[in-house]
């Protein structure tokens, strides 16, 4: 054995790795999820809480709010059958929709999206037609389990996301949640009240305004919160830098909490309340809560890719706002596919 280690010569087996290794490489593969997904949440949750409110306006509204109630049911079946269009457009096979729908898994946020939007789009379907055909009383009765699931429609997008290995989309889960449900009730009530304009129904246009403000300041200090959050685990970068800062931050935070705000918290002191202001607080509204799908989907995406942000999330602590144990598996980041 001497003899061999003294006459053996280097060779090529000795010299070191010259090639490409994986430091620096992502531990993570980015999700498929694009614009259609995007849409596909902005729509969900925007339907979601419309029916929600059409429902209130039915149940207790009195008579001046039975158009509304009408108009609410019209704006929840359009999203519930442009948003599985467009999902199902994304998932690029259909029969992934049909096998999703073979199995029910409680601990998946998945397997229940998947019910949720199915029973929405039913029940919604159904209280659609009953209105239309003059069913009132099924129409009553039905619209209740549609706006259980509008609000499901509203906030489970958070939860699917929340529970993939993306930093950005892990990191605050509870607080993602409130941000897309708050910006959904703001966006159901903004289009709604957009309808009460045109209609003629100042009134009931108002009160869906002051509606959309409380909805825009739980999102913008849901927003403030999160970049807290964002920043103790280090994955902030992605949502604050570059061009998605910009959406994130002007499009998503300013326009689509901040202008509403302003807008119809001058309303709300006027005697005579500004149509105008109105139209454009709506208008900032729904401009902003698609700014917020898409700045989430993609800084969530740019978050996957970056491998420090992964390794130094996976060993930061769980803190006081967010006490989820984190177990995070590099392989399991893009197996999620959103129904």
Not at 168 to 179: G, H, I, T
Request: contains cysteine.
């Amino acid at each position: 054995m001497q003899q061999d280690l003294q006459t053996h010569k280097p060779g090529a087996a000795d010299r070191p790795y010259q090639g490409v290794g994986y430091y620096g490489q992502p531990a993570l593969k980015a999700s498929p999820f694009g614009w259609k997904t995007s849409g596909y949440i902005f729509l969900a949750g925007m339907s979601g809480s419309a029916q929600i409110l059409g429902t209130a306006a039915d149940l207790f509204g009195g008579p001046g709010m039975e158009k509304t109630a009408r108009n609410a049911r019209h704006v929840a079946m359009i999203g519930a059958t442009l948003g599985p269009l467009l999902l199902i457009g994304d998932l690029h096979t259909p029969s992934r929709w049909y096998n999703m729908l073979r199995i029910f898994r409680r601990t998946s946020p998945m397997s229940i999206g998947s019910y949720i939007l199915s029973g929405f789009g039913a029940f919604s379907a159904v209280t659609a037609a009953a209105d239309w055909i003059g069913m009132k009383r099924v129409a009553r009765v039905t619209q209740v389990p549609a706006a259980l699931a509008g609000a499901g429609m509203s906030v489970y997008t958070a939860a699917l996301l929340s529970s993939t290995s993306t930093p950005l989309w892990a990191a605050a889960p509870r607080l993602l949640a409130v941000r897309f449900g708050s910006s959904a009730m703001a966006c159901g009530a903004a289009a709604l009240s957009l309808g009460e304009r045109i209609d003629g129904r100042p009134g009931n246009a108002e009160r869906l305004d002051r509606v959309a403000m409380v909805a825009s300041a739980v999102d913008l200090a849901a927003s403030l919160a999160s970049r807290r959050e964002y920043e103790a685990d280090h994955v902030a970068a992605p949502l604050e830098q570059g061009a998605l800062g910009a959406v994130h931050k002007i499009g998503a935070i300013a326009v689509g909490a901040g202008i509403p705000l302003v807008c119809h918290a001058i309303n709300a002191g006027r005697r005579r309340p500004s149509a105008a202001l109105s139209v454009l607080g709506s208008l900032a509204v729904l401009a902003g809560g698609m700014a917020l799908r898409t700045a989430i989907l993609r800084a969530g995406n740019r978050s996957a890719e970056r491998p420090a942000d992964y390794f130094r999330f996976a060993r930061t602590p769980p803190n006081t706002l967010n006490e989820r144990k984190r177990t995070l598996l590099p392989d399991t980041a893009a197996r999620r596919v959103l129904p």
